[in-house]
């Protein structure tokens, strides 16, 4: 039986999804694969490469232990969950960092965006403060907080401090005065304009600098528990390295980095689904 063109038509307006996904989905899959193809091209150079150097002796194994020790060591650490349980000790300091010094950023950078007068008076203190880097903190950080917990979790809310608060800052000023001027005329109050109005506006930059707090925060996490920490996935790093057994220092490396690889693309995807949003709301 045929469809008539008009028919065809209404039944496109009635079932659009379920004619377009197959095909849109399809479409998905293929582009995500050539992604991923594209994406493993140099990490799988680089271990061939390597295998090629450890099994011809180009480097020694003390110096670059074969691609197969290391994949022995991981299998190892993951078998006797040490790698799993350092792991969760520098995510639970990430979060508490994160939490503290993203909640202080976004709060400072609300102020200063709202108020110009908050601006004057802590803008100047707050940026030189928050700009020296984190490491120069470290001294100073062990005097006040000893070298318990409470020094690493307070470097960390020092790295995601600024990121935040700038980005809240400049998304508040970037709030087009259209916007105020519809808050005005609804009568709405500070709370509600706030609410309603600026934060939904201001969404991008607070999404911008949350993913960099995010990523800072994780580097200083390393660094940190590779110089004073009994425990976490930088300790491992570092004591690997004095026990001269590099296959947990390499192990220890790629955790690092694939962990901080999901977390951004975990920040970007958030990003891209506001971007979505923001532009499906801005044409209906």
């Not at 999804?17 to 849109?24: D, N, Y």
């Not at 700038?166 to 005329?185: L, M, Q």
């Not at 999404?207 to 660094?223: A, E, H």
């Not at 979505?276 to 209906?284: E, F, L, P």
Request: hydrophobic letters at 55%; aromatic letters at 8%.
């Amino acid at each position: 039986m045929t469809i008539a063109p008009v028919e065809y038509r209404q039944s496109q307006r009635l079932f659009p999804v379920s004619l377009t996904f197959p095909a849109a989905l399809a479409g998905q899959i293929r582009r995500h694969s050539v992604l991923v193809a594209t994406a493993l091209v140099l990490p799988v150079a680089v271990v061939a490469v390597w295998s090629l150097a450890s099994r011809y002796e180009l480097v020694a194994p003390q110096i670059l232990p074969a691609p197969s020790i290391v994949w022995d060591t991981a299998l190892t650490l993951i078998s006797s969950g040490q790698l799993f349980s350092e792991l969760s000790v520098s995510l639970v300091r990430l979060a508490a960092g994160l939490a503290i010094g993203g909640a202080g950023g976004l709060l400072i950078g609300l102020l200063m965006g709202l108020s110009k007068t908050a601006e004057d008076y802590l803008a100047p203190t707050v940026r030189a403060i928050w700009l020296v880097p984190s490491l120069g903190w470290l001294p100073f950080f062990m005097l006040v907080f000893g070298i318990g917990e409470t020094l690493k979790i307070a470097l960390i809310a020092k790295a995601c401090f600024l990121p935040l608060m700038i980005n809240s800052f400049d998304g508040v000023r970037s709030v087009s005065p259209k916007h105020r001027e519809v808050a005005r005329t609804l009568e709405l109050g500070p709370f509600d304009t706030l609410r309603f109005v600026i934060l939904p506006a201001a969404l991008p930059h607070l999404l911008t600098g949350f993913r960099l707090s995010l990523s800072k925060g994780w580097q200083v996490l390393i660094l940190v528990e590779m110089i004073a920490s009994a425990a976490g996935i930088g300790f491992l790093m570092t004591w690997g390295r004095k026990s001269f057994q590099l296959d947990i220092v390499l192990v220890t490396m790629v955790l690092i980095g694939a962990i901080g690889w999901l977390m951004d693309r975990g920040a970007v995807a958030i990003q891209e689904r506001h971007a979505v949003w923001a532009a499906r709301s801005t044409t209906s």
